[in-house]
């Protein structure tokens, strides 16, 4: 049973558009939410998180937003840009564990020049 | 970066034989973990240690042994090689106890034949 989904295997984004990536999770102990990125032969890089605590995180190009009611999270890529075509994974965990982050199955991101 | 090394990078391997893979970390970071990534199945969870000799089992750990008798450490075997356990393996440390971004090696591409 899936805890975190992304159920969008891929995206495919126009370079200079908004790049929107969507997680679900079902667990409500999840308190700490990340996206990594991951280029092919590579290991998967942090890329931002979010806590519980707040709605929205900024860093740079990227904001991840955080609906708790609704247990989503979404990634906005702003502006996208071709190096940013990659498989981004949504990890969720619970703080005070073990720290150990759940990952949904990921979405596979193309941006075109 | 985080000082994360997988070792070896890439293995063929016969069925029935048994496997060691090699993490090391320069970091003295106390959680390491082992995830192997599929096609269609994301980050799943093999196996993980929180501290020298304290080790757990994850989301397919049948198969699958570790042992961390060092900080710096984390081994996973494969007793007895398997065509279902061609994947590649990721291993990665936790940055910081009070949170949860884990940083992954470059991995490690295993085929079993």
């Known amino acids: 049973d899936q805890q975190v989904k992304q159920n969008s295997p891929s995206l495919s984004v126009q370079e200079g558009r908004i790049s929107i990536l969507n997680c679900d999770y079902t667990n409500s102990m999840f308190d700490y939410f990340l996206w990594y990125k991951k280029y092919p032969a590579e290991g998967p890089t942090f890329l931002i998180s979010i806590s519980s605590i707040k709605d929205k995180n900024e860093d740079g190009r990227f904001t991840v937003f955080l609906n708790k009611s609704a247990k989503h999270l979404s990634l906005h890529i702003v502006p996208s840009q071709p190096g940013d075509s990659a498989v981004y994974f949504c990890?969720?965990?619970?703080?005070?564990?073990?720290?150990?982050?759940?990952f949904g199955r990921g979405t596979s991101l193309i941006v075109h020049p | 970066d985080a000082g994360i090394t997988q070792s070896p990078r890439h293995k063929v391997t016969e069925t029935g034989t048994p496997v060691t893979l090699r993490c090391h970390q320069t970091e003295n970071h106390r959680y390491m973990y082992w995830y192997r990534q599929d096609p269609g199945h994301g980050l799943r969870l093999i196996h993980y240690?929180?501290?020298?000799?304290?080790?757990d089992k994850g989301e397919v750990s049948d198969g699958y042994s570790v042992s961390r008798s060092k900080t710096e450490d984390f081994l996973l075997t494969l007793e007895s090689a398997t065509s279902s356990q061609t994947s590649v393996y990721f291993c990665?440390?936790?940055?910081?106890?009070?949170?949860?971004?884990?940083?992954f090696g470059q991995g490690t591409r295993l085929t079993v034949v």
């Open positions: 240690s929180y501290g020298v000799k304290d080790t």
């Open positions: 990890a969720a965990s619970v703080s005070g564990g073990s720290y150990i982050p759940t």
């Open positions: 990665a440390i936790n940055h910081r106890q009070e949170r949860t971004e884990a940083f």
